[in-house]
């Protein structure tokens, strides 16, 4: 058990760490009414290799790591399963690429009113870390 380590940070501005792993700049883009889906973006690095591997919140039934992706000139999404951060770099999930994908939002995403989403992590022993992240809404089309 002692390898086991459990963090609750809640904080809007600094770099969230644990474990590690260090998470900077996570933002969702609000959402419309009615809209059954949002992404949640963000900066990921540890210095040791980890796996995502799980991502629960309390504003979406489900959420999964999805990628983007053209396909015949249509942009289609896909889900990724497992997020893996390799060792001392740092993944961005920004729109058009990586993403968290909320999905059956059970509320809009509202400019101003932060979501959180707890994330677990599992590096190379299977040591798993998990953490809550809070993530700020910005305005749509900012
Ligand atoms: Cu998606």
């Known amino acids: 058990m002692k390898n086991l380590v ?6 809007a501005i600094a770099p969230i760490a644990f474990a590690d792993i260090t998470i900077n700049e996570p933002w969702a883009r609000a959402t419309v ?3 059954p889906v949002g992404a949640v973006y963000m900066k990921i690095s540890s210095p040791a290799a980890v796996s995502l591997v799980d991502v629960q919140t309390d504003v979406a039934k489900d959420v999964q790591v999805h990628t ?15 997020l ?6 740092t993944v961005e999930l920004a729109p058009g690429g990586v ?31 998990t953490s809550t992240v809070t993530v700020p809404i910005r305005a ?3």
């Open 6 to 11: 459990f963090a609750s940070i809640l904080a």
């Open 68 to 82: 983007m992706k053209m396909e015949n000139g249509v942009m289609k999404m896909r889900d990724h399963g497992q």
């Open 99 to 129: 993403h968290l994908m909320l999905l059956g939002l059970k509320k809009p995403l509202v400019a101003g009113e932060p979501v959180t989403v707890k994330m677990t992590f599992q590096d190379a022993k299977n040591t798993r870390s």
């Open 84 to 89: 893996e951060v390799p060792a001392g770099q």
């Open 33 to 35: 009414p009615g809209q």
């Open 140 to 142: 749509i089309g900012k």
